[in-house]
């Protein structure tokens, strides 16, 4: 591909669309988390001035619950002191707002660098062929991936990808569905530590994944150095890794053949929106394989941490049993995928020299997770949860086909959505005090007939907590054990799943006229109700943390990335890194049950 060719995307007309897009996103979304203040003006248009009052931004929006903010984006007009007209600019957006939204001299030119990403993403996107929501929603699981839009419903600069360049962007995005080929590395065994679930050992999984004729080929590749196989590990490692990091900042283990470069698996993979895991398209029954990136993506390095890996199939065994032994997942036919083995390098230099939080010890590193694929029956078929949030270019829900799919009401798809859903969520929380991160990228939908049957939870082992002090774990997993303040713990839910998830999802089913807030609220009430009236040994635990609470605290995750956009949270204290700003009313608290 030209250098001209590489940025085709990058027209006037697309990237006026995109910013466009963007400052709608970012006007919802700084209004939720009370960075601003729209003022209601008297043609019943809202209007946001600038920091210094030089220029005015104006639009059409209608509020719903959790103060969530449905913004026109082509009612959005910017204009200067003398009410003339300016032409939309995203990034003059964050400079004329920089006060108001926090932005540090230090953190501004990143965050615009993250915005440009972000936007030349959008761009990418708005130029590709369109397909409609009602085509995708009944398309395969990595079509669906692959043809996600948005990102992370929540922050607005969330497709950063700092450190990937244009053609690195074509090669890796999910949104380009590249093929992609692992690199492979042999890691010498006295320098990497392989852990695995208690049904899989190395030797089996590594034959199960390449293959005896790729095996054989590493093993010539190796006797022809003068070294032998048994030595070492087979390690996998995303492209992007390798030639940006890897060649460089391990050029020692190289010279010395602590690593030895291998090349290419023979399978093929596509990336998932999380960006660093990788799902086989060569045999779609194989695992998913998570790799070390150390690039900067929406607050955080991605990297893996070779010490914090350790641990994690033990974790996933933990776990899966909990969920096989307990009778209320069942019903729900709630699951998990595993995180079935992990390795990681211990580079000794750079671990003497840095703390445990440090990104230099997170470079190299990768586990794999099950595949969903052979567990489903004749009829289904899968679906990231993000996708109940995209909309097409013509804006579109993929939502409202499934229901038109379904048959079903609007009401009875929500509620067995929610049953599959936000029962096993409940359930942890009050029976376990177990919690996850279950956004939309860390859940699968099992759909049968554009009804959700089941839902499968991913990501266990760096996204799930224990929150009581007292519970008796397994020394292996004890590294899950979070101390959370008792007023914070039930923000696992109020804002994970309430305001990062459900807030959206009811803004679409209100915008395109399927339910009112009312009935989609009421829903969401009847699926809590009827959990706890099934558990009633634990009424004083659906007493102590009240899920019919009159507010919740409102956790503010864009706050947390324009103050510090390198390390959103502090990994020592999570909980004490939150932006916690005042209350937000709880849209099901009028629907108590009573007695």
Partial sequence: MSPRDAVSHLTPDLWERAGRLLIRKALAEFTHERLLTPVLEDDGRYAVPSDNGASTYRFAARVLSLEHWLVDADSITRHGRDGAELPLDALDFFIELRATLGLSEEILPVYLEEISSTLSGSAYKLAAEAVGAAQLAKSGFQEIETGMTEGHPCFVANNGRLGFGVHEYLSYAPETASPVQLIWLAARRDRSTFTSCADLDYDGLIRSELGEETLARFADTMTGLGLDLADYHLLPVHPWQWWNKLSVSFAAEVARQHLVCLGPGEDEYFAQQSIRTFFNTSDPSKHYVKTALSVLNMGFMRGLSAAYMEATPAINDWLAGVIEADDVFRAARFSIIRERAAIGYHHRQYEAATNRYSPYRKMLAALWRESPVPSLEPGQRLATMASLLHLDTEGNSFVSALIEES????????????????????????????????????????????????????????????MD?????????????????????????????????????????????????????????DCVTAYQESAPQLADKFAQYDMFAEDFALSCLNRLQLRNNKEMVDLQDP?????????????????????
């Fill in 469 to 525: 002090p007292a519970a008796v774990l397994p020394p292996a997993v004890e590294r899950i054990r979070a101390d959370v303040p008792e007023d914070m713990k039930l923000l696992s839910i109020f804002t994970d799943v309430f305001d990062c998830f459900l807030r959206f999802l009811n803004g679409i089913l209100v915008d395109d006229g399927l339910l009112t807030e009312d009935a989609f609220w009421r829903t969401v009430a």
């Fill in 407 to 466: 048959g079903l009401t609007p009401a009875e798809w929500l509620r067995r959505y929610l049953d599959a859903y936000l029962t096993p969520v409940l359930h942890s929380f009050y029976a376990y005090d177990l919690v996850f991160m279950p956004h939309g990228e860390n859940a699968i939908l099992v759909i049968e007939d554009g009804a959700v049957r089941r839902v499968i939870f991913k990501d266990i082992a760096e996204e799930i907590a224990v």
């Fill in 575 to 595: 909980a004490g890194a939150l932006q916690l700003i005042g209350t937000l009313r709880n849209p099901i608290a009028r629907f108590r049950p009573e007695g």
